[in-house]
Every structure is written in structure tokens, then in C-alpha cells.
């Protein structure tokens, strides 16, 4: 099977949502190929969970720090995504995975331990979606079974930790940061190029890959997204919301 691969990217919190749904609907409509993406946040931003409540984020403190706030498609604890951070998507027809969710998510986390392990950072799966390094989070992943058999999962690789910010805006205690979440940069001294590098490498071993970026429907269908839904965090008011804490620092799977 062919793959799309879409380079490192940049966005704002609404945009970056909006595009992955852009390229679900796409590859729903098999206008696209399966697609992995590599993205970043800019500015540093907290996304919460699809039915979340946005009481668990610090509101303020976000607004305060320039942090911006969406909500995301798939469930979960909201997460800090840093401007150091690399986050990813895998789009692809569940098909790929033999049918299973499980399978997939489990072969979409084993590209990141694998990865870990080249640059010397042992790592596991904990909870179900979460990676860890001697029991501390350092990457937190969502999924979702989308309509038409496509499967969308998508997380965050911490490359370091605001320490100021993140608990702020997360509204946790700094010592539960410490204690519970670690980055890339306290256990290897590897650049975020690099880093970078290898995160690609494993995720597209083995595979028929075409690199290209977005569609002009695509694009087009992503700007009119974080306009009309990822431009805002309410829900609306006959939807029903839970306060489930903060991914980093909640113990337990989502």
C-alpha cells in the first residue's frame, strides 16, 4: 500500500486540528493516500479532549502567556503542546491495521519506541496511551475510529518542558509535572532536527511513500475548519461535557 507523507509543518492550535480533519475527509473520500503528517504548534498551545470540559485548563493563564486553546476530534486529557514538541498523524483506512483499533495503535506507538531506542532512550506503552521512560510520560497519543473505516490517530513527542507555563495552563501542581512527565532533551543530548530525522525514519520504514503536501481542497476545507469549528473551545450547549484532568499528569488510561 502507498503512503502520503506530509513534511514538517507549522500551524496555529485551530489550523493543525483543522488539517487533520481536511486530510481524514480526503482520504474518506479516497481523493488522498493514507497519510502520515509531522506538525508543529505555533504558538505553544493546550488541546483538550473532545468532550472535555474547558474548566480543566487555566483559561487565564493561557491568555496570559499568549498559549492558545482547541479542542481536539479525538478524546482524552487536554495536553501542552510546546513550539519544541513534534506531533504527528497517521490517517489511514483501519484496513491497514488488519481491522483491529488495537493493532493500530499499538504499531503506530512502536514507531516511536523505536525511534526512542535510536537515540538511546528505552520507553514503553503504560495506560494504553501513554509512552513513558522509567514511569514518566514522554509522549501522549489519542485515536479515534472515524466514519467510512478510517482510522485517525495522532500525539506528542515532548522534546522539552516549560516548567513555568505548562503547569499553569494545565492547572496542576509544578511538582506533579516533575514527578510524573520528562522530555527528550533530560535524557539525550540530540537536536530537534534530528530528533526529527529518526521520528520520520520510523514511522516510514518499510512503506511505498510519496512525499507531497497538502491539496488545494485540502488547504481550502482546513482554513474554513478552524474558522467555523476549531476557531473555539465552547461546545455547544446541548452537548454534555466531563472534567477528566490533564493527560500529562492523570494516572490511567483516558
Known amino acids: 500500500?502507498?503512503?502520503?507523507?506530509?513534511?514538517?509543518?507549522?500551524?496555529?492550535?485551530?489550523?493543525?486540528?483543522?488539517?487533520?480533519?481536511?486530510?481524514?475527509?480526503s482520504v474518506a473520500?479516497?481523493?488522498?493516500?493514507?497519510?502520515?503528517?509531522?506538525?508543529?504548534?505555533?504558538?505553544?498551545?493546550?488541546?483538550?479532549?473532545?468532550?472535555?470540559?474547558?474548566?480543566?485548563?487555566?483559561?487565564?493563564?493561557?491568555?496570559d502567556s499568549g498559549i492558545q486553546c482547541v479542542r481536539r476530534m479525538t478524546g482524552g486529557r487536554a495536553v501542552f503542546h510546546d513550539k519544541r514538541d513534534w506531533t504527528y498523524s497517521v490517517i489511514a483506512p483501519i484496513r491497514s491495521f488488519n481491522y483491529s483499533i488495537d493493532s493500530a495503535y499499538m504499531e503506530i506507538c512502536s514507531w516511536i519506541i523505536s525511534a526512542l531506542d535510536e537515540i538511546g532512550?528505552?520507553?514503553?506503552?503504560?495506560?494504553?496511551n501513554n509512552i513513558v521512560v522509567d514511569g514518566r510520560k514522554i509522549s501522549?497519543?489519542?485515536?479515534?475510529?472515524?466514519?467510512?473505516?478510517?482510522?485517525?490517530?495522532?500525539?506528542?513527542?515532548?522534546?522539552?518542558i516549560d516548567h513555568d507555563v505548562m503547569p499553569k495552563a494545565l492547572k496542576v501542581e509544578p511538582e506533579l509535572v516533575k514527578e510524573r512527565v520528562t522530555c527528550i532533551s533530560e535524557h539525550a543530548g540530540i537536536s530537534q532536527e534530528l530528533l526529527y530525522r529518526k521520528l520520520r525514519g520510523c514511522f516510514i520504514k518499510g512503506k511505498l511513500i510519496k512525499e507531497f503536501g497538502l491539496s488545494d481542497f485540502e488547504m481550502q476545507r482546513a482554513k474554513s475548519l478552524a474558522l467555523s469549528r476549531y476557531g473555539r473551545i465552547a461546545l455547544p450547549k446541548s452537548s454534555f461535557s466531563k472534567s477528566v484532568g490533564a493527560c500529562y499528569v492523570s494516572q490511567g488510561a483516558d
Not at 493514507?34 to 491568555?63: M, N
Not at 532512550?121 to 494504553?128: A, L, P, R, V
Open 140 to 160: 501522549g497519543n489519542a485515536a479515534k475510529a472515524m466514519e467510512h473505516g478510517i482510522y485517525l490517530q495522532h500525539g506528542t513527542v515532548i522534546y522539552g
Open 29 to 63: 473520500m479516497e481523493r488522498q493516500l493514507p497519510t502520515i503528517r509531522f506538525y508543529k504548534w505555533l504558538p505553544s498551545s493546550v488541546s483538550i479532549g473532545v468532550y472535555q470540559s474547558h474548566d480543566d485548563i487555566g483559561l487565564e493563564a493561557c491568555r
Open 121 to 128: 532512550i528505552k520507553s514503553m506503552i503504560k495506560d494504553k
Open 1 to 25: 500500500m502507498k503512503w502520503r507523507l506530509i513534511e514538517l509543518e507549522a500551524y496555529d492550535a485551530a489550523m493543525n486540528m483543522a488539517v487533520d480533519q481536511a486530510i481524514y475527509e
